[in-house]
Antibody, heavy 121, light 105 residues
Framework: QITLKESGPTQVKPTQTLTLTCTFS??????????VGWIRQPPGKALEWLSL???????RYSPSLRSRLTITKDTSKNQVVLTMTDMDPVDTATYYC?????????????WGQGTLVTVSS | IMLTQSPATLSLSPGDRATLSCRAS??????LAWYQQKPGQAPRLLIY???NRATGIPARFSGSGSGTDFTLTISSLEPEDFAVYYC????????FGQGTRLEIK
């Protein structure tokens, strides 16, 4: 059974850097084709894909946010970390991590429960 | 690639047939998925590659289409089907539609 859980601060101030951790079980990020992605959702709004990291350390970023995002993985801890710099109130959202497989056309087939991050001074 | 979903809101009754639309700004071949999201929950994958049901998804959910026009059909609505539905494409980078809210009439 695949499970993912996001953790990190519930509130950050404008201009600060956000660091979110996705801790997962039920799969290994060393297995061929496996990936973990980050998706966010502002309150009452649609989903927005942010970033993706694969088992081979291939990393992908949303073009509109690329300059602010960094994704890394720690396979020994079964964790993926996303950092987002220069936070702004418009970045207030629920942040989800999700499991994907490159050979499954990268659909997000298992999701964490999400963590709400509020950006406010 | 932009995805436009219609209608924004669909008001139906249990037992009705629901038809949700997703249109892509350019061809995505069959690389389209549908997700269901209930209040306070994460999205759940329903349909992938335009027409394949994900594991555990009831047969009343079906997907069709290719290129730029896609449809999610729920053949007979159950009370638990009232939720928001998103389509997603994966060409170049993933993008989502703005969602269709399926509400009880």
């Amino acid at each position: 059974q695949i499970t993912l859980k996001e953790s990190g601060p519930t509130q950050v101030k404008p201009t600060q850097t956000l660091t979110l951790t996705c801790t997962f079980s039920g799969f290994s990020l060393t297995s061929d084709g496996v990936g973990v992605g980050w998706i966010r959702q502002p309150p009452g709004k649609a989903l927005e894909w942010l970033s993706l990291i694969y088992w081979d350390d291939d990393k992908r970023y949303s073009p509109s946010l690329r300059s602010r995002l960094t994704i890394t993985k720690d396979t020994s801890k079964n964790q993926v970390v996303l950092t987002m710099t220069d936070m702004d109130p418009v970045d207030t959202a629920t942040y989800y991590c999700a499991h994907t497989r490159k050979y499954f056309n990268n659909w997000f087939d298992s999701w964490g429960q999400g963590t709400l991050v509020t950006v406010s001074s | 690639i932009m995805l436009t979903q219609s209608p924004a809101t669909l008001s139906l009754s249990p037992g009705d047939r629901a038809t949700l639309s997703c249109r892509a700004s350019q061809s995505v071949s069959f690389y389209l998925a549908w997700y269901q999201q209930k209040p306070g929950q994460a999205p759940r994958l329903l349909i992938y590659d335009a027409s394949n049901r994900a594991t555990g998804i009831p047969a009343r959910f079906s997907g069709s289409g290719s290129g730029t026009d896609f449809t999610l059909t729920i053949s007979s609505l159950e009370p638990e089907d009232f939720a928001v539905y998103y389509c997603q494409q994966r060409s170049h980078w993933p993008t989502f539609g703005q969602g269709t809210r399926l509400e009880i009439k």
